[in-house]
């Protein structure tokens, strides 16, 4: 057996990653480009937090929480994406009972409505998400700020 028939992209992907921590860790690659982009974001938001004598605490906290439930906050979001466009193309295709209509228009259809609806009401959702953000940008640049 030769030593590439057993190498998978997984063991590439890790090679990569942990030759990345490690040069960062030796201080052969700086974050520099990172932090600055973390600063322009911190500097966009509204909520002040981690004002308090264990604002450095609720930074760590804050900063692993979110490290640590972003996927799966990810996937609850893709699967309610998921449900709720499929619920449309149900839904359209009740309106819609001519045969002659594929499914798969009808689905496109669906989450292209909440794709589309989404982006019209954007003003009402998106200033949330950039406090959240700059808040979580925040948050990392203190936990990793060396006092």
């Given amino acids: ?4 028939e057993w190498w998978r992209w997984r063991h590439t992907l890790l090679l990569i990653a942990t030759t990345g ?3 960062a860790y030796f201080g052969l690659i700086t974050w520099g480009h990172v932090e ?3 600063e322009r974001l911190a500097a966009e938001g509204r909520i002040e937090a981690f004002q ?9 906290f804050t900063s692993f929480m979110f490290v640590m439930l972003s996927p799966l906050a990810a996937l609850a979001a893709f699967g309610l994406y998921t449900f709720c466009g499929a619920v449309i193309a149900g ?4 309106l819609i009972p001519s045969a002659a209509v594929p499914d798969w228009l009808l689905t ?3 989450y292209g409505t909440l794709v ?4 019209y009401v954007h003003p009402v ?3 949330y998400l950039v406090d959240v953000a700059a808040l979580i940008a925040r948050a990392l640049l203190i936990a990793t700020r060396v006092d």
């Fill in 108 to 110: 496109i259809a669906g």
């Fill in 36 to 38: 600055q982009a973390l």
């Fill in 91 to 94: 839904l359209l295709r009740t």
């Fill in 125 to 127: 959702w998106f200033p």
């Fill in 21 to 23: 921590f490690l040069a």
């Fill in 52 to 60: 308090s004598p264990m604002g450095r605490g609720e930074a760590i």
């Fill in 1 to 4: 057996m030769r030593w590439f």
């Fill in 116 to 119: 589309g609806t989404a982006s």
